[in-house]
């Protein structure tokens, strides 16, 4: 798969996480389009986890989802409904695999290969997950502002603690990613091995 589609879910209520270095949200996005139950705490990183691996901290980040995922499931106002999970990641990630490829905020300097989606999947067997980077999930948000509802293509970009781009196919809509790599991130969020 080259790209993955921009609609999750067939119209119904979402369950959405915002996975950040600083502070990670989570909310019950209705079929009207409101948030509700909007929950946030400091986020489970490498700062408030010093000396665990990139692994570990996973681990606590796939229990902290799959609880809140429990927490809305058990609400009256799902009444037993478990519909899909969305996710930001503030992270380079492969689209295909959603396996995270590094994050300084939140992993640190440990680089490895850690599957989220596969971390979750242990807590939440039989859940639909979608995972997508933290641009990219702002580009699909401002793909759907009224002021760019005719546009063809989209480009957002950022530059803060790294620097990203991301593309959006409008008249598919799709967003690509590489075909191979599926990589979909940002630059700040790669370790570089540099000397002069």
């Known amino acids: 798969m080259n790209e993955f589609p921009v609609a999750l879910g067939n119209g119904g209520e979402v369950i959405t996480f915002d996975i950040g270095g600083t502070s990670f949200r989570s909310a019950l996005l209705t079929r009207e389009g409101r948030l509700t139950g909007v929950q946030r705490i400091p986020s489970i990183n490498c ?9 570990d901290i996973v681990d606590e ?48 300097e440990d680089s490895t290969s850690c599957d989220l989606d596969r971390a979750i999947r242990l807590h939440l067997p039989e859940v639909s997950i979608t995972i997508v980077n933290d641009v990219t999930a702002s580009l699909i948000a401002h793909s759907q ?3 760019f509802r005719n546009a063809r293509r989209l480009a957002l970009i950022t530059v803060s603690t790294g620097i990203a781009s991301r593309v959006l196919n409008c008249s598919v809509p799709h967003v690509p990613v ?19």
């Open 47 to 55: 700062r408030s986890m010093p000396g665990r691996s990139a692994a």
């Open 61 to 108: 980040i796939a229990a902290y989802i799959a609880k809140t995922v429990n927490s809305f499931w058990h609400s009256p106002v799902l009444a037993g409904r478990h519909p899909a999970i969305a996710i930001s990641l503030g992270a380079a990630l492969n689209a295909h695999t959603g396996q995270i490829l590094g994050s300084g905020p939140i992993l640190g």
């Open 145 to 147: 502002l009224p002021s």
């Open 178 to 196: 590489d075909p191979v790599l599926g990589t979909q991130g940002e630059i700040g969020h790669h370790r570089v091995a540099f000397s002069l």
